[in-house]
């Protein structure tokens, strides 16, 4: 397979390593969002095999998919390529711990995490989201992108 050097010096990573982590993330703020795979292939209009390969790393969308999964997940697209290095552009490791939990106790704490988020937002709201910003200014369709938004601006000032 090709390798492909990255400009934030992370070095070379394969196509399939690309493939793999691509799908890790899809599969891991899928489930963050408490959405099975047939929820997400019909939000994207894309059939659930689909979805079930590019989670298992055997497939890679299109950059249109890609954004509309993004979009979908309400996370930044940086965050489905790259979690190998010490980037900027990987998420919050405690978002992916979060992801690896039971689903019951997974959906709970973002539940509870979506009322303290919502909480918050009238007093620093605009300051997070200016910071964590919009998909191709267009908006989030995830109902826990300001939990999302919240550990990006976290992970960011530590």
């Known amino acids: 397979m090709e390798d492909f050097e990255l ?26 969002n408490g959405l099975t795979q047939q929820q997400l292939a019909q939000k994207l209009s894309v059939s659930t095999s689909f979805i079930c390969k590019v989670e298992q790393g055997k497939k890679i969308p299109t950059l249109s998919h890609c954004l509309d999964l993004a979009r979908c997940l309400g996370v930044h697209l940086n965050w489905l390529f790259f979690d190998i290095s010490s980037c900027s552009t990987k998420p919050p490791s405690e978002l992916l711990r979060l992801a690896r939990m039971a689903r019951s ?12 988020a919502n909480a918050c937002w009238p007093t620093v709201g605009k300051t997070i989201e200016n910071i964590y910003g919009r998909l191709m200014d ?4 995830s ?16």
């Open 138 to 141: 267009e908006p989030w369709e």
């Open 143 to 158: 109902p826990y992108w300001k939990v999302f938004a919240f550990f990006f601006v976290f992970e960011q000032i530590r």
């Open 7 to 32: 400009a934030w010096g992370i070095g070379q990573v394969s196509a399939d390593d690309l493939k793999y982590y691509f799908g890790m993330r899809v599969s891991d703020f899928r489930r963050l």
């Open 105 to 116: 106790r997974r959906m709970s704490v973002m539940n509870q995490l979506d009322k303290k």
